[in-house]
Nanobody
């Protein structure tokens, strides 16, 4: 069992940066792939970024490539999402997720077994 708690969300202006954190419980953190997803009001949850268990492989949605960076610190059981050059369309509830590493399928919701409650990101124009 893995419990995930996100933090770092908030209200920023367009062009600003935020760093989200996701702290995981349990001793098996380094065996899980980790992902970030987001859901805006009235829209389906969508993939943002994912990282393999030891960080060697990273995946990004086209909409965030070049602006967002996913990273992890297995010693701290934490995964991060650095978000730069934020746009109003990035506003959403961001959730982290943990699951078995599945390579290119890491963008799929079905690849993840454990989810956090989410943290709100609001971007004003």
């Amino acid at each position: 069992q893995v419990q995930l708690v996100e933090s770092g969300g908030g209200l920023v202006q367009a062009g600003d940066s935020l760093r989200l954190s996701c702290a995981a419980s349990g001793r098996a953190f380094s065996t899980y792939a980790m992902g970030w997803f987001r859901q805006a009001p009235g829209k389906e949850r969508e993939f943002v970024a994912a990282i393999s268990p030891f960080g060697g492989n990273k995946y990004y949605a086209d909409s965030v490539k070049g602006r967002f960076t996913i990273s992890r610190d297995n010693a701290k059981n934490t995964v991060y999402l650095q978000m730069n050059s934020l746009k109003p369309e990035d506003a959403a509830v961001y959730s982290c997720a943990a699951g078995r590493y599945s390579g290119a399928s890491s963008s799929r919701l079905e690849s993840y077994n454990y989810w956090g409650q989410g943290t709100q990101v609001t971007v004003s124009s």
